[in-house]
C-alpha cells in the first residue's frame, strides 16, 4: 500500500502496527522478550537497543506523525530530552535556549552541562534578535518550545529555523503542548521533534513515555548515544502508547475545541482578568499561531482578578481535578504560582508574569456545558466567600 497521503487519523490507527501472522488479531500483539537470537552484528535486537518489534513499529507511527523519516521511543520525555541534547553538544559547544522553557528541561541544563563543558544561553525573549543575539561561534543547538508553558507564548518556527539554517545549527523543539495533531514543526524547517508522550499521545494519565522524530541521520546520531544513557521504554508500555495515539487525533481535536470555547467563555467573565490562549484574536501571536499551528492547543491559562483566591477556586470545582500533569482526556488544573515556579522568588515569578491567580488548565473532553457548570458554581462560591468577609 502507498503510505505516502495518508490522513492522520489512518496513520494513528495503522501505521506501525505489529501484524499478528499467527492468529490474525485485530491489533499489534506484544513482543516482550528481552532476549532474542543471534542473527549477525548488524541486528542484535534488544530493548536498550530501541529495536524491539513494538518498538521499531511505534516509532514509525512518530516519524509519519511528525512527517519525517525516523523515530525513537524513550522512557520518558526527559530521556528524549536529555539523550537528544547531548547527542549534538560536546564539551566546548554552545546552545542557546529558549527563555521559558518546560521546568525539567531548565534544570537538566542548569544542573547537569558544567558537568560536561556544554555552554549555553537563555533568550530575554522571543523574537529574532533575541536569539541571534545569543549566538556564538560554537552555537551548535537552538532548543524551542512552543506554545510555551503557562503562558501560551508561541515562537515563529520559520524565523528559528531561517537563523539556524544559515549558520549550520540544528533546531530542536519540544512539542509536546501543541502534540503532532496541532503543529508539526518539520514543515517551517525545524530539525528534530521532542515530544512527553505522557501528556498528548499516552493522554490518559497512566503511561510515562517520550518520542523523538527527526531525519534517518539525526536519529541515527541519537541513537548512537541512546544505546549507551540507556533510556528506552518497556514493550509493555510501548503498546499502551500505541493504543493511545489511535485515538489522539480525535482526542486532542475535541481537546482543542473545548479549550477554544472555555478560552471565550473565560475571557467575558468579570471574575476573570486575563486569558493566555492562542487561539484568542487578542492573543499577542494569534496570526502568528493561525499560520504554523493547525489547532491552538488543549491548554491555557487565565488569571482571577485581584483579590480572589486561586486555591479556594480549585477547591470549589467538582469535576475538574487539581493536577500537576496535563493533557489527559479529564479536564486538570493548577496554580503554577504554588508548583512549577513555586521555588521562584516571587519577584523573579512577577517578572516572569506568573501572578497568585493565574491558573493553568489542561481542558479535557467532557462536554462543554458540563465544564462551564462546573467552572460557574467555583465562581460563584468563591464570590461568596468574599462578600461573607467583608
Ligand atoms: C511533561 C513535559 C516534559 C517532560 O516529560 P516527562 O514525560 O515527564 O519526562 C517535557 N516537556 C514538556 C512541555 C512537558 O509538559
Redesign the pocket.
Known amino acids: 500500500m502507498n503510505t505516502k497521503n495518508l490522513g492522520v487519523n489512518t496513520i494513528c490507527t495503522h501505521i506501525g502496527e505489529v501484524k499478528d501472522e499467527q492468529f490474525k488479531g485485530a491489533v499489534s500483539p506484544i513482543f516482550p522478550s528481552s532476549s532474542y537470537a543471534y542473527e549477525g552484528v548488524d541486528v542484535k535486537r534488544y530493548p536498550r537497543y530501541f529495536n524491539t518489534p513494538n518498538q521499531e513499529a511505534l516509532s514509525k507511527k512518530i516519524a509519519m506523525l511528525e512527517k519525517t523519516e525516523a523515530g525513537l521511543i524513550f522512557g520518558?520525555?526527559?530521556a528524549a530530552?536529555s539523550t537528544t541534547m547531548l547527542a549534538f553538544l560536546h564539551a566546548g559547544d554552545h546552545v542557546v535556549l529558549q527563555k521559558t522553557l518546560?521546568g525539567?528541561?531548565y534544570n537538566f541544563v542548569v544542573e547537569e552541562f558544567d558537568k560536561f563543558g556544554i555552554e549555553y544561553d537563555f533568550t530575554e525573549g522571543f523574537s529574532e534578535t533575541d536569539f541571534t543575539s545569543k549566538i556564538k561561534e560554537n552555537t551548535k543547538v537552538i532548543f524551542v518550545?512552543t506554545p510555551s508553558?503557562p503562558l501560551m507564548v508561541v515562537t515563529d518556527l520559520e524565523m528559528i529555523s531561517k537563523i539556524a539554517k544559515n549558520r549550520n545549527i540544528v533546531t530542536m523543539i519540544?512539542n509536546?503542548?501543541a502534540s503532532p495533531i496541532n503543529q508539526n514543526p518539520a514543515d517551517f524547517g525545524i530539525d528534530i521533534m521532542i515530544h512527553?508522550a505522557?501528556?498528548y499521545m499516552g493522554g490518559h494519565s497512566d503511561i510515562?513515555?517520550?518520542a523523538v522524530a527527526a531525519s534517518e541521520e539525526h536519529i541515527t546520531k541519537i541513537w548512537n548515544i541512546a544505546k549507551n544513557l540507556g533510556g528506552s521504554l518497556s514493550d509493555y508500555t510501548v503498546w499502551l502508547l500505541e493504543r493511545s495515539i489511535k485515538t489522539m487525533k480525535l482526542r486532542v481535536k475535541a481537546q482543542s475545541r473545548n479549550a477554544k470555547k472555555l478560552a471565550k467563555w473565560l475571557q467575558k467573565h468579570d471574575m476573570v482578568k486575563k486569558v493566555y490562549y492562542p487561539g484568542l484574536k487578542n492573543h499577542p501571536e494569534y496570526h502568528l499561531a493561525k499560520k504554523q499551528m493547525k489547532g491552538y492547543s488543549g491548554m491555557l491559562s487565565f488569571e482571577l482578578k485581584e483579590g480572589l483566591s486561586a486555591s479556594k477556586f480549585m477547591k470549589s470545582l467538582q469535576l475538574i481535578k487539581e493536577s500537576m500533569s496535563?493533557a489527559g482526556v479529564e479536564s486538570t488544573i493548577l496554580s503554577p504560582a504554588k508548583t512549577s515556579h513555586a521555588l521562584l522568588s516571587a519577584e523573579e515569578r512577577k517578572r516572569q508574569g506568573i501572578s497568585d491567580g493565574l491558573l493553568r488548565f489542561s481542558v479535557g473532553i467532557e462536554e462543554k456545558k458540563d465544564l462551564i457548570a462546573d467552572l460557574e458554581q467555583a465562581f460563584e462560591n468563591i464570590s461568596e466567600k468574599e462578600l461573607e468577609k467583608k
Open positions: 520518558s520525555g526527559m530530552v518546560y525539567g528541561t518550545e508553558n519540544d509536546t503542548f512527553s505522557t501528556k510515562c513515555a517520550g496535563l
